[in-house]
């Protein structure tokens, strides 16, 4: 009975193969269990070079191979030993403890890439949040880009008065079915994906626009096999400033995600002008209920 929000048809030519389709064995980074874990003299030793020099997504990082390990240095937008993206105070982590997000794969704990910005950096204009998988269930092998179903529950908290904003991002196509907190409206949500025709996005509570983007990243965090997480976190703050929130993991069926919504002093951020006026082509997403057994 729920309903599902229909894609627009992706230009056929951009279903050509892509260097994002790779196994989740060769996401080398996801091993570890979080930089806060790691020894401060061994973060330098986080991403072995392949064949000696090669460094995977080394195309869109930047990477370069030293002393054995891919480093990005002298980039102020990635971290100069994980080569993780760093963008207007959003800067990526592995596992932290902060993060908003928890991704489970068949009930099992799955690695999180994630951010939580600080209130000072956020604008009182948007509350925007990022989730972000590869792929969500249902893939079975590689080049079979059937569509995964990702189910979100989002709880919100919080005095905040600030309109929220989800983006779901993915390279494989998702059905994201949202069960979020009674009585909460969100203002915009936004899809984006490689497949962005086969996917979609379901959910229980008032949503007053709906928007489908094309060429923006679509990044869970790593991009050390295809997406631009970069890319994704810059273009969301150029449009509606800092990002509050980054959760993203390779693959997960669920995510529990939980949004503070923090009084932003009016201000913001001095230097921010939004653009994100509602285009008067952007879709409304319906209300209607999403069964409770899902």
């Not at 207007?88 to 991704?103: F, H, L, R």
């Not at 989730?131 to 269930?137: F, L, R, S």
Request: a negative charge; aromatic letters at 8%; one cysteine or more.
């Amino acid at each position: 009975t729920t309903d599902s929000i229909s894609t627009s048809e992706v230009d056929a030519t951009t279903d050509s193969i892509s260097t994002s389709e790779v196994d989740a064995t060769t996401d080398s980074i996801s091993t570890h269990k979080g930089t806060d874990s790691i020894p401060k003299d061994d973060q330098c030793q986080f991403q072995a070079c392949i064949g000696g020099d090669y460094c995977s997504g080394g195309y869109t990082t930047g990477a370069t191979c030293i002393d054995g390990y891919c480093r990005c240095q002298n980039n102020p937008n990635r971290n100069d030993c994980t080569c993780l993206a760093k963008s207007n105070g959003c800067n990526i982590e592995i596992d932290a403890e902060s993060s908003a997000g928890v991704p489970t794969f068949e009930g099992h704990p799955q690695t999180t890439y994630s951010c939580v910005n600080a209130v000072e950096n956020i604008n009182s204009h948007y509350n925007v949040h990022i989730i972000a998988n590869y792929e969500g269930d249902g893939h079975h092998g590689f080049r079979i880009h059937n569509t995964g179903t990702t189910y979100v529950d989002i709880s919100v908290s919080g005095n905040g008065t600030v309109p929220i904003v989800l983006l779901f991002a993915s390279y494989e196509p998702v059905n994201w079915i949202l069960s979020i907190t009674s009585g909460v409206a969100i203002d915009r949500v936004l899809l984006s994906s490689y497949y962005l025709d086969k996917s979609a996005v379901t959910t229980n509570s008032e949503v007053t626009n709906f928007e489908e983007l094309t060429g923006s990243g679509y990044g869970y965090g790593s991009d050390t096999g295809g997406g631009n997480t970069l890319q994704l976190l810059q273009d969301m703050s150029e449009r509606f400033g800092p990002v509050a929130s980054f959760s993203g993991s390779y693959r997960a069926d669920r995510w529990k995600i939980k949004i503070e919504r923090e009084v932003i002093p009016t201000e913001g951020p001095t230097d921010f002008i939004p653009t994100s006026e509602v285009d008067a082509t952007t879709d409304s997403i319906s209300t209607s209920e999403v069964d409770a057994t899902t």
